[in-house]
């Protein structure tokens, strides 16, 4: 059988010669503290930046005795992507 879907050539394509897209990435999370989902958030927020993207993090806390490094002031790489909005939020409702 023959493949009858070519790729299109670069010379086709003129999107695949421009330079990668600078996107704004913002990672909402409740509480930025030491646990596997901040880690996660972290680490992806930091691959984004390596990518060359602007990265903004939304918290509602984010104690800085007890977070990752990587946002502890002032030298976190991502001290300064963090935003803390809505410290009036419970971090939990009825002790659940």
Excluded: Y
């Excluded at 086709?12 to 930025?32: C, M």
């Excluded at 509602?60 to 002032?74: E, G, L, N, R, T």
């Excluded at 963090?82 to 409702?93: A, D, K, L, Q, S």
Aim: contains cysteine; proline residues 6%.
């Amino acid at each position: 059988f023959k493949n009858t879907m070519a790729m299109p050539s670069q010379s086709e394509n003129p999107a695949s010669t421009s330079e990668p897209k600078v996107r704004k990435v913002v990672f909402v999370h409740l509480d930025l503290g030491i646990g596997g989902a901040e880690q996660l958030v972290l680490s992806l927020a930091t691959a984004s930046q390596d990518l060359g993207h602007k990265v903004e993090i939304v918290t509602s806390h984010c104690a800085q005795d007890h977070c990752f490094s990587h946002v502890k002031k002032p030298d976190g790489r991502l001290c300064n992507a963090v935003h803390v909005w809505g410290e009036w939020i419970p971090p939990n409702i009825l002790g659940k």
